[in-house]
């Protein structure tokens, strides 16, 4: 019997692959959701299974929008993967928050439009608890990592997601700086919800590239300034990525492991077969059993 894949990396823009992989083998997933964004590399590293995938696709193919995260998700939870740390570039909308500074961020707020955000609908019915959008035992693991490879790591924090894929206007990046934001991206949904979810343990470990467009005494955000920041804390990143890897525990004892538990509404004996059978890595440990809201 293979070897379970318990850990996951989602790399963003500028980390297309891992270093250190052994025994690698590629796996093209084809999901009720359509392709992944691209092939997942799987291969032992320090002694585990681990999987990696490119958000983008390799050569940065997919607009964020465009980006498959439902058939991601569910491909990675067919494999097992019980934590997922994501990789990804942000811009920075905090002075103290400096371009090449990694951020650990605890919050979420969402500015996309009309992405697919969930597994759920056609005769199933789940509301998952999100007041707290990442795993907080798995982001501690992450941002200890981080600490101790990087110079500068801000533990917490507010990344606002966007819809992009144009960065945001000067007005915008002001508004969100009123509203606590910290950090802003592209990427972070819907993955962080459909990670919860599945009932997958969800993490990201950004690298801030820039300071958007709010900051008077630095240029506006471009993408050639995302890519070359990113390229020069890749390194960085995957070391951080790496020792925390190390560091996963044995057994979760986060809420994430049981968010479907209290979540499901509707009765599991009145869904149809098909929609059962879709969603079948995500609820099969609840399929036997009637769940009523």
């Known amino acids: 019997m293979a070897e379970a894949v318990r850990a996951a990396v989602i790399g963003g823009s500028g980390f297309y692959e891992m270093d250190g992989l052994s025994d690698v083998e590629t796996l093209n997933a084809d999901t009720p959701f359509g ?3 691209d092939a997942i590399t799987t291969g032992t590293l320090d002694g585990q299974r681990v999987a990696f995938l490119p958000r983008h696709g390799l050569g940065h193919r997919l607009l964020p929008a465009e980006i498959p995260a439902r058939a991601n998700i569910w491909a990675l939870k067919q494999l097992g993967v019980e934590f997922i740390v994501s990789v990804s570039a942000v811009g920075s909308l905090r002075e103290e ?3 090449l500074h990694l951020v650990v961020p605890d919050q979420l707020i969402d500015r996309t439009r009309g992405r697919a955000s969930t597994f759920f609908g056609e005769g199933l019915v789940a509301h998952v608890a999100f007041a707290d959008p990442f795993c907080s035992h798995l982001r501690g693991v992450v941002g200890g990592a981080a600490e101790e490879t990087a110079p500068t790591v801000h533990n917490g924090g507010t990344y606002v997601v966007i819809e992009g894929p144009a960065f945001s206007t000067r007005a915008e990046s002001n508004l969100y700086r009123t509203w606590g934001a910290d950090i ?6 819907p993955e962080a919800k459909l990670a ?3 009932e997958i343990c969800f993490a990201v470990l950004a690298c801030s590239t820039d300071y958007d467009c709010w900051h008077d005494g630095h240029k506006d955000v471009t993408a050639e300034m995302i890519v070359a920041n ?3 804390n890749v390194d960085v990143s995957r070391r951080a990525v790496r020792l925390a890897l ?5 057994t979760r004892e986060c809420a994430c492991k049981d968010a479907l538990k209290d979540a499901l509404v509707t009765s599991l004996d009145i869904v149809p077969a ?4 879709r969603l079948g890595p995500i609820i099969g440990r609840y399929a036997g059993q009637a769940v009523s809201g």
Not at 184 to 189: C, N
Not at 274 to 277: I, V
């Open 274 to 277: 098909a929609t059962k059978q």
């Open 230 to 232: 990113l390229l020069r």
């Open 196 to 198: 919860r979810e599945a």
């Open 97 to 99: 928050i400096e371009p």
């Open 246 to 250: 190390q560091r996963l525990p044995e």
């Open 184 to 189: 802003i991206g592209m990427t972070a949904l």
């Open 35 to 37: 392709p992944t964004s």
